[in-house]
T-cell receptor, first 114, second 112 residues
Framework: DAGVIQSPRHEVTEMGQEVTLRCKPI?????LFWYRQTMMRGLELLIY????????DSGMPEDRFSAKMPNASFSTLKIQPSEPRDSAVYFC????????????FGPGTRLLVL | DAKTTQPNSMESNEEEPVHLPCNHS???????IHWYRQLPSQGPEYVIH???SNVNNRMASLAIAEDRKSSTLILHRATLRDAAVYYC?????????????FGKGTKLSVKP
């Protein structure tokens, strides 16, 4: 299996622009998670899905952030409009329902908002 | 999720065993102990998990205290590739929450 796939790996954009991050979970996994990592706040959960349905989005910083999972093999995290404080590494992870503590992380998207 | 306490950093010599401690004095009976690690510029990677008994896998061993208030991740022979941040995380078995709560972890340095 290819593991969790994220794209792009790096993104540089200007403040105010829309940013879309993409994730393909491991085939057959029921759960998908979006995390954000910064030096100041460490690794924090933004939102997670079970069977394509958002379960907990309490970690989403504000309305500028939105996430979708239109099918079992694809999810997006969108930031509109982007701000410099959104600069971070964004990770996607997936897991099986029977083993939610064992999550498989993608390589991350490094986002820089100028 | 219950809180864990880990040293900020540790050093080890290559090819020597490493014992990474984790305190979790408020652990509940249904909490699993998970360990993840994050190599530089990579996403976190699952290492091992356990409930009460010691566990072994190809990556490491997990030793759990009898009262479950602490645990130790054991790397039997550290290599340079084991230099990473190691996270100890508690997660309730069958809990409704799906997320893992990552603390600051222990940064392990391995010297040649």
């Amino acid at each position: 299996d290819a593991g969790v796939i994220q794209s792009p790996r790096h993104e540089v954009t200007e403040m105010g622009q829309e940013v879309t991050l993409r994730c393909k979970p491991i085939s057959g996994h029921d759960y998908l998670f979006w995390y954000r990592q910064t030096m100041m706040r460490g690794l924090e959960l933004l939102i997670y899905f079970n069977n394509n349905v958002p379960i907990d989005d309490s970690g989403m910083p504000e309305d500028r952030f939105s996430a979708k999972m239109p099918n079992a093999s694809f999810s997006t995290l969108k930031i509109q409009p982007s701000e410099p404080r959104d600069s971070a590494v964004y990770f996607c992870a997936s897991s099986l329902a029977v083993a939610r503590g064992t999550q498989y992380f993608g390589p991350g998207t490094r986002l820089l908002v100028l | 999720d219950a809180k864990t306490t880990q040293p900020n950093s540790m050093e080890s010599n290559e090819e020597e065993p490493v014992h990474l401690p984790c305190n979790h004095s408020t652990i509940s009976g249904t909490d699993y102990i998970h360990w993840y690690r994050q190599l530089p510029s990579q996403g976190p990677e699952y290492v091992i998990h356990g409930l009460t008994s010691n566990v072994n896998n190809r990556m490491a061993s997990l030793a759990i205290a009898e009262d479950r208030k602490s645990s130790t991740l054991i790397l039997h022979r550290a290599t340079l590739r084991d230099a990473a941040v190691y996270y100890c995380i508690l997660r309730e078995y069958g809990g409704s929450q799906g997320n893992l709560i990552f603390g600051k972890g222990t940064k392990l340095s391995v010297k040649p």
